[in-house]
């Protein structure tokens, strides 16, 4: 598999889809033996190439690459260690979710293609600050049930068994998120019970 080429790939979808804007948001892919495949920091999306992609092992060191890794590689690692199921991770800051992470409200299943795809309703992890251990952690409850939540006053995060289903629910995130919006705006939008 080519890491590298799936990573940048995405990246653009990312821009293309309007997931993140400017440098923000990161993906990653699960390499062997405890490390990963990581977005460098701070690069448009548009100019990152294969050769800026970042291996690091799960303890942040990097083993290949000159570029420092995204500055939420321990999110990520935590995952992959946390949840063997998850290869994948994509990491947005789509307008609407993030409306959602930063009223604190989580996104209560109100599509039927959230339970297949997301595996429910969408929860509020905790603020904590940005690329730290902290924010690892305080979200690794919220991905037990679902493959997706929210980061209070900050963005959302998919996982998945590959890239392909990690990033088909960052985008049905954002279109639960939209779709709750308007539904609220009209008013007593129904939640569909367990």
Do not use: Q
Request: hydrophobic share 35%; charged share 25%.
């Amino acid at each position: 598999m080519n890491y590298r080429k799936i990573l940048v790939e995405y990246g653009k979808k990312l821009l293309d889809k309007k997931l993140v804007a400017g440098t923000s948001g990161n993906l990653s892919l699960r390499g062997d033996d405890n490390t990963l495949y990581i977005t460098p920091s701070g690069m448009d999306y548009l100019e990152i190439t294969e050769d800026d992609i970042v291996k690091i092992n799960f303890k942040g060191e990097r083993l290949e690459g000159d570029k420092k890794p995204s500055s939420e590689w321990m999110m990520h690692a935590e995952i992959y260690k946390n949840y063997p199921a998850y290869n994948a991770i994509v990491h947005t800051h789509s307008s609407f979710a993030t409306a959602f992470a930063v009223s604190r409200k989580k996104i209560p299943l109100i599509l039927i293609e959230m339970e297949p795809f997301l595996g429910g309703e969408i929860g509020v992890a905790p603020f904590e600050p940005s690329g730290s251990l902290e924010l690892a952690r305080s979200i690794l409850p919220y991905l037990k049930k679902s493959n997706s939540c929210l980061l209070a006053n900050h963005g959302v995060v998919s996982c998945g068994k590959d890239m392909e289903s990690a990033f088909l629910s960052a985008e049905y995130v954002e279109d639960a998120a939209k779709i709750y919006y308007y539904s609220l705006n009209i008013g007593d939008p129904k939640i569909i019970s367990d």
